[in-house]
């Protein structure tokens, strides 16, 4: 049963749009939210995250929201460019354990 | 991330082979973990690592097991392949110290024939 649940599953932006990812999560012992960014053929990298005390954290394009008493995350990319389209995975932290979102897959059109 | 390194990057091999991945780090890191991940369900954590003499089941561990050599390796065997197990597989490392980042290698790819 995936503890972090993320959509859209895909989603296809225009450059200098904006796409957003959303998560949402159940367990309340959760205390850190990051999100990973992926290209093909590599492993996840570390984007942004954010702990539970913050409702935004903004970091260049990138956007979190967070709020904890909807326990719903999302992640906003603002002015896509094509450099962007990559899979976005949502994560949660408990004990040092992160569970991941199924992943969205951003498609920035030229 | 070069830090941390997986050999090997592409393997097939047939349904009841046992099969070794490996995973080498140059961060220093205690905590070592390994994930599969397929289309659709993200990264699912298969075992980790707090330390060389610390081995924790995650979510996925049936038909899996490890084994860290030291503090930098962190191996990850399948002992009898089935088809099901084709997957991406990820070795990721963090510092206990640091903010839970988790720093992961550039995968492998197992197919089971």
């Known amino acids: 049963q995936q503890q972090v649940k993320q959509s859209p599953q895909s989603l296809i932006v225009q450059k200098g749009g904006i796409s957003i990812i959303n998560c949402a999560y159940e367990n309340t012992a959760f205390d850190y939210f990051p999100w990973y960014q992926q290209f093909p053929g590599k492993g996840p990298a570390l984007l942004i995250a954010i702990r539970p005390d913050v409702s935004e954290k903004k970091e260049g394009r990138f956007t979190i929201s967070f709020n904890k008493s909807a326990k719903q995350f999302s992640l906003h990319i603002m002015d896509s460019q094509p450099g962007d389209s990559a899979t976005y995975f949502c994560a949660a932290n408990n004990d040092y354990k992160l569970s991941f979102g199924a992943g969205t897959t951003v498609t920035v059109r030229a | 991330d070069a830090d941390v390194t997986q050999t090997p990057r592409n393997r097939i091999t047939k349904t009841g082979k046992r099969i070794m991945l490996e995973c080498s780090q140059t961060?220093?890191?205690?905590?070592m973990y390994w994930y599969r991940q397929d289309p659709g369900l993200g990264l699912r954590l298969i075992y980790y690592?707090?330390?060389?003499?610390?081995?924790n089941k995650g979510e996925i561990s049936d038909g899996y097991s490890v084994s860290r050599q030291a503090q930098a390796k962190f191996s990850l065997s399948l002992e009898s392949a089935i088809p099901n197990q084709t997957a991406l597989y990820f070795c990721?490392?963090?510092?206990?110290?640091?903010?839970?980042?988790?720093?992961f290698g550039p995968g492998t790819r197992l197919t089971v024939t």
């Open positions: 990721a490392t963090s510092d206990p110290r640091g903010t839970g980042e988790q720093y």
């Open positions: 690592s707090f330390d060389v003499k610390d081995i």
């Open positions: 961060k220093g890191h205690d905590r």
